[in-house]
């Protein structure tokens, strides 16, 4: 069975600061991996996404993701938050077709 | 505009009362699935559906239904509701050539049930 693990419950960095949201999965082949943010009051916009290929990919506002095979992991990261970067983010597996995973989701909080 | 939309936004309802929270995308796509949403839980899949008349459980299914008579719909349906059915339920569709993965999400449905 797939499964998604984001350790971190809670994060608060400065605005400005670099930022690193961890993700870690299970999976008995390769996975197709997926960032989404969650605005409060909103739905799930797709942030980025892994297929195959190059292990680090790039999405929308600025984010990054690196695809580790050998830690099963897939770690979200961003050189210098903005204010506008608090939200809830889920890592989430979609292996089989139809069926998706979603991780509990990691809170960022933006200090000034 | 490609949108996925829910009716209704919000919802109290009591215990027992069917429902049905509708769900609709005009991008054409194939694949469409329930999640709920519950604090500290993430999004848990009720349903998934592949395409007409083709549909499976998630990880979360009792306690509700789903039909996908036409492309574009697919309602969720709550027979007898209970209060462990409050939640934030959230509809998604994806197309084919990208399997069920990169999902477009529709705005929520918050029910409420008493």
């Known amino acids: 069975a797939q499964s998604v693990t984001q350790p971190d419950i809670h994060i608060t960095v400065s605005e400005g600061a670099s930022l690193e949201l961890r993700c870690n999965y299970s999976?008995?082949?390769?996975?197709?991996l997926f960032w989404y943010v969650q605005s409060p009051g909103q739905g799930l916009q797709l942030l980025l996404k892994y297929f195959s290929g190059d292990t680090l990919v790039q999405g929308i506002k600025g984010f990054e993701a690196e695809f580790k095979r050998s830690q099963s992991s897939f770690n979200l990261r961003k050189p210098s938050v903005h204010w506008s970067d608090a939200a809830e983010y889920f890592c989430?597996?979609?292996?089989?077709?139809?069926?998706?995973?979603f991780g509990d989701g990691t809170t960022l909080t933006v200090k000034p | 505009e490609a949108q996925v939309t829910q009716n209704p936004r919000y919802l109290i309802t009591v215990t027992g009362k069917k429902l049905t929270v509708t769900c609709s995308q005009n991008?054409?796509?194939?694949?469409m699935s329930w999640y709920r949403q519950d604090p500290g839980l993430g999004l848990r899949q009720i349903y998934y559906?592949?395409?007409?008349?083709?549909?499976d459980k998630g990880d979360v299914p009792e306690g509700y239904k789903v039909s996908r008579k036409e492309k574009r719909n697919f309602p969720l349906i709550l027979e007898s509701p209970s209060p462990n059915q409050t939640s934030l339920y959230f509809c998604?569709?994806?197309?084919?050539?990208?399997?069920?993965?990169?999902?477009?999400f529709g705005p929520g449905t918050r029910l409420t049930v008493t």
């Open positions: 989430a597996v979609g292996a089989n077709a139809g069926k998706s995973t």
């Open positions: 559906s592949m395409n007409v008349e083709v549909t």
């Open positions: 991008m054409n796509h194939e694949y």
């Open positions: 998604a569709s994806s197309p084919k050539d990208r399997g069920n993965y990169e999902q477009y």
């Open positions: 999976y008995g082949a390769t996975p197709y």
